[in-house]
């Protein structure tokens, strides 16, 4: 699926056993060189709180589709955890 720069997506980080981490909502700034692959184009979204995440290190998709994903994983009896970004990065 193609998305739009400055379209709205959200940004899940993974699983941990019934936890979906989550690092929230934010913008699509495009493929843009940077971030883990170096000069390669790579989807750059820019979070609410000013963090910037690059598509290939998360599972990504427009806002919508993120918050169904989340709501089926709730259903399942999963829990969300929102993470903050800058935090995680100082753990890794």
């Not at 998305?3 to 934010?26: A, C, D, P, S, W």
């Amino acid at each position: 699926m193609r998305h739009t720069v400055g379209e709205r997506v959200g940004v899940i980080l993974g699983t941990q056993g019934k936890v979906v981490e989550i690092f929230g909502y934010g913008v699509y700034d495009g493929d843009l060189p940077g971030g883990p692959l170096g000069s390669l184009p790579n989807p750059r979204i820019t979070l609410d709180d000013g963090e910037v995440v690059w598509g290939c290190e998360v599972w990504w998709g427009t806002e919508q589709k993120i918050k169904n994903h989340l709501s089926a994983y709730e259903k399942a009896g999963y829990t969300i955890k929102t993470v903050n970004r800058a935090n995680y990065r100082r753990t890794q």
